[in-house]
């Protein structure tokens, strides 16, 4: 079950969170065409910063939360789409070239699953970027890897 939370309070107590993602966000090289999933998207303010690097692109904005979502979708427009999804559901098949998620997948408990998903959304040379919120977050998710039995 996701977690609710309160999108416009989120909005005045993420600074740290949205300061983590603006560094990863900075160090895209991104063409202006790029289809890109944000995974666990929350208030939307960084989801709409990637729509602003890529205008002929499109970006997908998911998050478990309807508060969330909803707050998110005040900032919607041609290349940006909020969607309520929970991330553990993913059923994308080649369609994006980046997913991003920052300070979100902590919270997914099965993260074989979670990446398995994920490769299957991306397209070819398609990456992943995600930021975990703390340390010790990842450790699960780093064990799965260095298994190697990830792609589907």
Not at 40 to 53: I, K, M, N, P, S
Not at 59 to 70: H, K, P, R, T
Not at 73 to 93: A, C, G, M, P, W
Not at 125 to 146: D, P, Q, S, T
Request: glycine residues 8%.
């Amino acid at each position: 079950m996701p977690h609710e939370f309160n999108g416009e309070q989120y909005k005045k107590a993420s600074i740290h969170q949205k300061e983590w993602g603006n560094k990863i966000i900075a160090e895209f090289k991104l063409n202006v065409n790029e289809r890109i999933l944000d995974l666990g998207c929350g208030d939307g303010t960084l989801t709409a910063e990637l729509a602003q690097l890529v205008p002929d692109g499109f970006v997908l904005g998911i998050d478990g939360s309807q508060n969330m979502i909803e707050t998110a979708r005040k900032l919607e427009k041609k290349n940006l789409s909020f969607r309520v999804q929970d991330i553990n559901t993913l059923h994308y098949k080649n369609e994006f070239d980046v997913v991003f998620s920052n300070t979100t997948l902590h919270w997914v408990k099965d993260h074989r699953l979670l990446l398995k998903n994920i490769y299957e959304s991306l397209r070819q040379n398609g990456i992943l970027r995600c930021n975990f919120g703390a340390e010790g977050n990842c450790i699960n998710l780093i064990r799965i890897i260095k298994q190697g039995d990830v792609a589907p």
